[in-house]
């Protein structure tokens, strides 16, 4: 189950996008869901991955949203000019689609994991 994110920002080229959903899982923070009208974008920041989802594997209910994640072996997205980079209380995510000429940008709420440092 996908949790939409309510303070995530969206562009596309530098650009605002008009149409577009956020979500993450409650349990992968790595992974990152776009919705950009009827197209889905799984991006993984671990990996440093994006797979291109079909839409018809995802399912509304209420505000969540319902399908599966990738199979093994999907293969992802050419991406280049990867930039993961906290920023204060928001995670920036940038990353060039190669073969499409664009650049995505997400920025999520982030809370930094300071467990560590006690």
């Known amino acids: 189950?996908?949790?939409?994110?309510?303070?995530?920002?969206?562009?596309?080229?530098?650009?605002?996008?008009?149409?577009w959903n956020i979500?993450?899982?409650?349990?992968?923070?790595?992974?990152?869901l776009v919705q950009i009208g009827l197209r889905y974008l799984?991006?993984?920041?671990?990996?440093?991955?994006?797979?291109e989802l079909a839409?018809?594997?995802?399912?509304?209910?209420?505000?969540?949203?319902?399908?599966?994640?990738p199979a093994d072996g999907t293969k992802p997205m050419d991406t280049d000019e990867w930039m993961i980079r906290p920023a204060g209380i928001?995670?920036?995510?940038k990353v060039k689609l190669s073969k499409e000429g664009r650049v995505l940008?997400?920025?999520l709420p982030y809370r930094?994991?300071?467990?560590?440092y006690f």
Do not use: C, S
Not at 8 to 16: G, T, Y
Not at 55 to 69: A, V, Y
Not at 90 to 93: H, T
């Open 1 to 19: 189950m996908w949790k939409p994110v309510t303070a995530a920002q969206l562009k596309m080229d530098d650009r605002p996008v008009r149409l």
């Open 23 to 32: 979500y993450q899982p409650e349990k992968k923070p790595e992974l990152i």
């Open 42 to 51: 799984l991006v993984d920041i671990e990996l440093k991955e994006v797979i």
């Open 55 to 69: 839409p018809e594997n995802f399912q509304r209910k209420d505000r969540d949203l319902h399908g599966p994640l």
């Open 90 to 93: 928001i995670l920036r995510v």
């Open 105 to 107: 940008e997400v920025q």
């Open 112 to 116: 930094p994991d300071l467990r560590k």
